[in-house]
């Protein structure tokens, strides 16, 4: 838009396109957090702990 290439109409369609991908990524990343385990060896035993879950720290 700067450089005069894109109209205002044209720039706000490809920001909202552009939110509309952010949302659609952003849900596809909280789906993957969701599923992702982590797996530890504790006492020679793989264990699993659900991704960000408090035990991991």
Same mark, same amino acid.
């Given at each position: 838009?700067? =450089? !005069?290439? &894109? @109209?205002?109409? +044209? @720039? /706000? &369609?490809?920001?909202?396109? !552009?939110?509309? *991908?952010?949302?659609?990524? =952003? !849900? &596809? ?5 969701? &599923?992702?385990? /982590? *797996?530890?060896? $504790? =006492? %020679? $035993?793989?264990? $699993?702990? =659900?991704? %960000? @879950?408090? +035990? +991991?720290?």
């Amino acid at each position: 838009m700067e =450089n !005069g290439e &894109k @109209s205002l109409e +044209d @720039s /706000i &369609k490809l920001y909202t396109e !552009g939110l509309e *991908i952010a949302k659609f990524c =952003n !849900g &596809k990343l909280e789906e993957a957090e969701k &599923k992702v385990k /982590i *797996i530890t060896e $504790e =006492n %020679g $035993e793989l264990l $699993e702990a =659900n991704f %960000g @879950s408090e +035990d +991991d720290a």
